[in-house]
């Protein structure tokens, strides 16, 4: 091929972008401390969710009082958003840990503390939903009906952010999260339910 041709060769030929590499526009793909904490911080919604309306459908299940129903949501939120928090920090150091000995550059650690509180803010914020729905005055036949039908809202947005933070299919995240918290209402207001009939 003569110079000419080359040159024409390569001024007719169409440069493809490789498709894995980053554009200079996109936003930086996010450290391994920041998306720990998003993580942590989805599932602790969704964990604050599940959580407090199975103890609240459990007791609805046993009881009409809403005083006991009530007692038994605020309870079980600042418990289960303690232990959140406490796991999650025990986790996440024992992964610092292992990243420490890799030689990990310091800015590319996780955070334990930081994960710890993303996961007890985020609890607070998933299981504070269950439990101000019990705080509005429905009759007592109500109440169930109205929470399962909120904590599906709920569970559908919590399913479709952790498939968004993940990159996973938004549908797969949804029904697995809206199964998971139903199956988990249905067999605390089951036991609830017999444990009221026993009563």
């Known amino acids: 091929m003569t110079p000419a041709q080359l040159r024409a060769y390569r001024g007719s030929v169409t440069i493809l972008m490789n498709p894995l590499a980053r554009r200079a526009d996109s936003p930086a793909p996010l450290s391994g401390a920041r998306l720990n904490s998003l993580r942590a911080g989805v599932l602790g919604a969704n964990d604050g969710i599940v959580s407090v ?19 038994a949501g605020v309870a079980g ?28 550059p310091a800015d590319a650690q996780t955070n334990p503390w930081h994960a710890a509180g993303a996961s007890l803010t985020a609890f607070l914020v998933g299981g504070i939903m269950p439990l101000l729905v019990v705080l509005v005055p429905w009759p007592s036949a109500l ?9 599906v809202l709920a569970l559908v947005a919590t399913g479709w952010l952790s498939a968004r933070v993940g990159g996973a299919s ?11 918290g139903a199956l988990a209402m249905a067999v605390t207001f089951g036991v609830g339910t017999l444990m009221g009939l026993a009563a």
Not at 170 to 180: D, E, I, Q, S, T
């Open 77 to 104: 939120l600042v418990a289960g958003a303690l232990s959140m928090a406490a796991g999650e920090y025990v986790s996440v150091s024992s992964q610092r840990d292992a990243e420490q000995a890799a030689d990990v």
């Open 170 to 180: 938004p549908r797969r995240a949804v029904v697995r999260n809206v199964l998971g």
């Open 53 to 71: 309306a199975a103890i609240v459908v459990g007791v609805a299940g046993a009881s009409s009082s809403r005083n006991a129903v009530v007692a």
């Open 143 to 151: 109440t169930v009906p109205v929470v399962v039908m909120a904590v």
